[in-house]
């Protein structure tokens, strides 16, 4: 309401009888408090949207670049890496997919300043190739003529990957050099995966799931990873989501599982917003479910 609109209203009132004024004090009391509450409210809700916002974005490397390091590993990276070491992020595709399903989203995590190694292999579930990939970009990192060479970080290891690539990242975030682990819609129940992996991760765990994925539903598949789980584990769940939401771009899911990276691998304070406190930005989208816990 503008000033103006305002000042018409109390000058109103004023002209009123003392009674008058009092009959509508109380009433008028309340509803100028209701206003006043809502402004800071409007203004963090779009706050918190900027800053979610923010994630979907590319980042600030403009140039991407994609290196096959042996057989079996597409490393999406940034053209020019000559600001120090960089993150790396293992990536594990879906049952009979490739990296090139994923590009959009993996060439997303590079625009941020991640190295992104993606296996080349089409069931992920032991984390077998992953972990191939992960210690052959470890030792590019080493090598006099590589590419590669001291741009890698080896204490800043994060390891994602979709559906039976996400029961991949969680045997693989069993290896003690993993930073964090993100597991989107991870598939448990066979295809190389062992079910107790959950109880001896090394690092916070980003949880993902969609609540209509019927071919890796939360209960059966999420639930007990949340359940079982020795590290602090983010649970996101995805209100309308089928299994196929994070193909390609990474669907909604993009913007959180980047700050998540940035967040733990990058120290960005502000991305860890989206996940603390009884407040956080995802805790007050209607699209998710949140639930978390410590460890065991």
């Known amino acids: 309401m503008k000033n103006t609109t305002n000042h018409t209203v109390l000058s109103d009132l004023l002209r009123n009888s003392r009674r008058s004024i009092q009959l509508i004090r109380l009433p008028l009391i309340l509803a100028v408090g209701f206003l006043v509450a809502c402004v800071p409210v409007s203004l963090e809700v779009r706050d918190n949207d900027a800053l979610l916002l923010s994630y979907f974005r590319h980042g ?9 390091v042996g057989l079996h590993c597409r490393v999406f990276h940034p053209v020019n890496m000559t600001d120090g070491r960089h993150p790396l992020v293992v990536w594990g595709n879906g049952t009979h997919a490739s990296p090139a399903s994923y590009r959009d989203l ?31 970009l470890l030792d590019e990192n080493i090598r006099s003529g590589s590419v590669f060479l001291n741009k890698i970080d080896p204490s800043r290891i994060g390891v994602a990957g979709h559906s039976q690539g996400g029961g991949g990242a969680l045997m693989l975030g069993r290896d003690l050099r993993v ?42 598949n999420q639930q007990p990873v949340f359940e079982q789980a020795n590290v602090p584990v983010t649970w996101l769940t995805l209100r309308g ?21 940035r967040w733990h691998l990058l120290g960005d304070k502000q991305a860890a917003r989206l996940f603390e406190g009884d407040n956080c930005v995802l805790c007050l989208d209607e699209r998710w479910t949140v639930r978390r816990k410590n460890s065991d």
């Not at 600030?60 to 994609?66: D, K, L, R």
């Not at 997303?108 to 992960?134: D, L, T």
């Not at 989501?241 to 669907?251: F, K, L, N, V």
């Open 60 to 68: 600030v490397y403009a140039g991407i670049q994609e290196t096959r």
């Open 106 to 136: 993996l060439e997303h995590w590079a625009s941020h300043g991640f190295v992104v190694a993606a296996a080349m292999a089409p069931n992920a579930g032991r984390g077998v190739e992953m972990r191939q990939c992960m210690t052959a």
């Open 241 to 261: 989501a089928t299994h196929m939401a994070p193909m390609s771009t990474g669907g909604s899911y993009r913007g959180p599982m980047t700050a998540w990276l």
């Open 179 to 220: 930073t964090t682990t993100i597991a989107i819609q991870p598939y448990i129940l066979g295809l190389g995966h062992n079910l107790s992996a959950s109880a001896h991760q090394n690092g916070p765990v980003l949880l993902l799931s969609g609540a209509d994925d019927l071919t890796s539903s939360p209960e059966t």
